[in-house]
């Protein structure tokens, strides 16, 4: 089993920049890839950005291509997201997955993701 706990979110003015953060424990040897998602009020929740544990590969969803940045902690148990907040529609809650499956590519569908933390809120206002 892998437990994954969310951190760093809040508020965030338009056009400002806030890091979320996800502390990995349990099993991590068996994370393989590790996502953020995103879920906004009344939306379903969507594929932000991923990182391939080994490889260090990583994908963005074009909406925060360029914006966005994910990155491995200087703790090997951690994964950071580095967020340059565009509009107010970026408020959500902000999800860590974990994919226990050696990969190189970095899954973006939520249902390959074995591993979940409980999100963490981050409110972008204008």
């Known amino acids: 089993q892998v437990q994954l706990v969310e951190s760093g979110g809040g508020s965030v003015q338009v056009g400002g920049s806030l890091r979320v953060s996800c502390t990995a424990s349990?099993?991590?040897?068996?994370?393989?890839?590790m996502g953020w998602f995103r879920q906004s009020p009344g939306k379903e929740r969507e594929f932000v950005a991923g990182?391939?544990?080994?490889?260090?590969?990583?994908y963005y969803a074009d909406s925060v291509k360029g914006r966005f940045t994910i990155s491995r902690g200087n703790a090997k148990n951690t994964l950071n997201l580095q967020m340059n907040s565009r509009d107010a529609e970026e408020t959500a809650v902000y999800y860590c997955?974990?994919?226990?499956?050696?990969?190189?590519?970095?899954?973006?569908?939520?249902?390959?993701?074995?591993?979940w933390g409980q999100g963490t809120q981050v409110t972008v206002s204008s």
């Open positions: 349990g099993r991590t040897f068996s994370r393989y890839a």
């Open positions: 997955a974990a994919y226990r499956t050696f990969t190189t590519v970095v899954p973006t569908n939520e249902m390959e993701y074995d591993y």
């Open positions: 990182i391939t544990w080994i490889a260090g590969n990583t």
